[in-house]
């Protein structure tokens, strides 16, 4: 049995794609409104210091959307390279939001971003003061839209399978845009942005503070980034917590698999601070759990059921054989069989669980003849992989609660005016650097990794969505992705540095303008 297979080199391809694209894109979307915040206090106070704030951020800012831009245009093609039978089936609906993104928000951004680079000396305060306003607006609509089209795979709504072209077709674009999984996705995201941006700020100006170099802009630097992250994680755990009751509502397979929930307790059930899953045996070693918590945060009640994965698959095995009679189905109306009205009817009423009967295709060429065997095992492959949603959801989470400590004792020392004699808190500060890309990589790992085995939710199978390309073509631009994305990390890495040790002689450079 071979090891990896076209499907999951794909997959990784994929991954490797979007999680390097992420490193950028939270950044990016937290410093524009960091920036725009910085220009609004100059342009009121007047202060020359806060203008020269915004133009050194401004800088990273710049270098950190380059590449943003870059690694998304790579993403984007490949879902005409590798996952084309996806683009086929829901490009109608998925390419939507994608498309709008480009057109309002894309371009929106990318042409106020070099009036921001280059407008300074040619705009007056205000005129410059709302090109950055258009810079922020325009990141966070182009988060808003891919967040859109993204939510569509985890919640797919308002659509119609069109059986004879064999395509999703959309019904209403209102209800996929205002879609409930979208809206709280997005303000997480958006937050957990702003939370990397402020340290990100918060960890270079200790840096320059511990090597006592342009002390006034460092200790600015510090306070804007220390009150904007103190808010903004406040922000992302609320809106987090959230998103557990949504996944509760639309994703149960997915709630289960991150508690390791293997049965269904008397509610409300228990939340395992710690264990260590097993899978195969489907229960957990040294667990330490909270009584009740579980339930509450994820229901809103102490009443409400969590469904535990065994009956999970259950239910999903009843859904599979629902699955193959539309398919049944659906098969006579391909052929051109004349159907009765009876069978008509059963087609509409069961024709949204042909995604689960798909899902014997990995396990047999004959849907319609699977044995109970084909049927249990397609089941059990409703549940993704546990032990690693597990141990991301959790290491996201005490990312946050670190981060919001973090900002706590920085705002303090804000308050108090003792920055500088901080010297223990800014050497935490620079090392706390890492830790929201932590959190970021790791949510969405959870989120992406946890809708397994659906490419999208209960309709198209992952192993479906690929494209007819053979296992070393994969392989070989799999490679040759790794080496561009390790050079250009390492590239990016010592032009940042290089800006960040050339500090003093920006500020100089603007002493004499």
Known sequence: MEILNTVDLSRIQFALTAMYHFLFVPLTIGMSLILAIMETIY????????????????????????????????????????WSYFSNYVGDIFGAPLAIEGLMAFFLESTFIGLFLF???KLGKLQHLFVTWMVTLGSNFSALWIIIANSWMQNPISYNFNHNAMRMEMLDISKV???????????????????????????????????????NFAKNSFSVSAIFGFFAIIFAIFLGDESGFEINKLQKSKLSAIEAEWKTEKPPSSLKVFAIPNQKEQKNYYSIEIPKLLGIIATRS?????????????????????????????KKIKEKQKISEFEEKRFTNLKKYLGYALLLKKYTKNIEQAKDTDIEMAANDTIPNVLPLFFSFRIMVLCGFYMLFLFTF????CIKRKIENAKFLQKVCIFS????????ESGWFVSEYGR??????????????ISNVKKYEVLTTLVLFSLLYFISFFAVLYVVCKIIKNSPKFFEKNKKI
């Open 43 to 82: 342009v009121i106070r007047g202060n020359i210091l806060y203008r020269d704030m915004t133009q050194f951020w401004g800088k990273l800012f710049a270098i950190n959307f380059a590449m943003g831009v870059a690694t998304g245009i790579i993403m984007e093609f490949q879902f005409g390279t590798n």
């Open 433 to 440: 650097l890492p830790i929201p890309w932590i959190a970021s």
């Open 410 to 413: 920085c705002l303090a020392i």
């Open 302 to 330: 102490t009443k409400e059921k969590i469904l535990g994965i065994q009956d999970i698959i259950e239910n999903n095995k009843v859904k599979i054989r629902k699955g193959i009679v539309a398919y049944k189905i659906l």
């Open 452 to 465: 397994q085995p659906w490419i999208i939710f209960e309709i198209l199978p992952t192993f479906l969505g």
């Open 177 to 215: 845009i205002f879609n409930p999984y979208a809206q709280v996705k997005f303000l997480h995201t958006v937050s957990s942005g702003y939370c990397t941006a402020a340290i990100f700020i918060l960890s270079i100006s200790s840096y320059l503070l511990v090597k006592k170099k342009c002390v």
């Open 119 to 121: 407008g300074w000396k």
